[in-house]
């Protein structure tokens, strides 16, 4: 954009903006409805806790059964003389174990020890 200066020395860009500026603080610009507003819930932080705690423990809870489901299949596949795949339920069933375990255990670390320490030092 061109920065013209006119006859007092002041440029066409910065008469204009200034223009601008002043109208637009005259005539704010209505607020838009939204069709993604969210409204506004006060929600008590104990209320947040107890679902992140339920929700966490849950998944580790469900991931567990899946570990159960996967031992009794390891069962009933080497019942029967397929190794190969008891092998696989059985190390599904670990890795699944595995999981639910860190799922409980690092919700429950981080809702009673995180969340209750102090804000570290930045």
């Not at 204009?16 to 069709?35: G, L």
């Not at 679902?51 to 009794?72: E, S």
């Not at 696989?88 to 020890?113: E, K, M, P, Q």
Request: zero cysteines.
């Amino acid at each position: 954009m061109s920065r013209r200066h006119g006859p007092d020395g002041e440029s066409t860009y910065g008469s204009v903006k200034d223009r601008f500026d002043s109208w637009s603080a005259a005539n704010p610009r209505p607020r838009s409805r939204s069709a993604l507003g969210i409204p506004d819930i006060d929600i008590p932080e104990g209320v947040v806790r107890t679902f992140a705690l339920a929700v966490g423990v849950g998944t580790g809870a469900l991931l567990l059964v899946l570990a159960a489901v996967a031992y009794y299949a390891s069962g009933t596949w080497g019942a029967i003389d397929r190794s190969g795949s008891a092998l696989a339920y059985l190390l599904v069933g670990i890795f699944l174990t595995i999981a639910g375990l860190g799922a409980s255990l690092g919700t429950l670390n981080h809702i009673f020890r995180v969340l209750r320490a102090p804000a570290g030092h930045h």
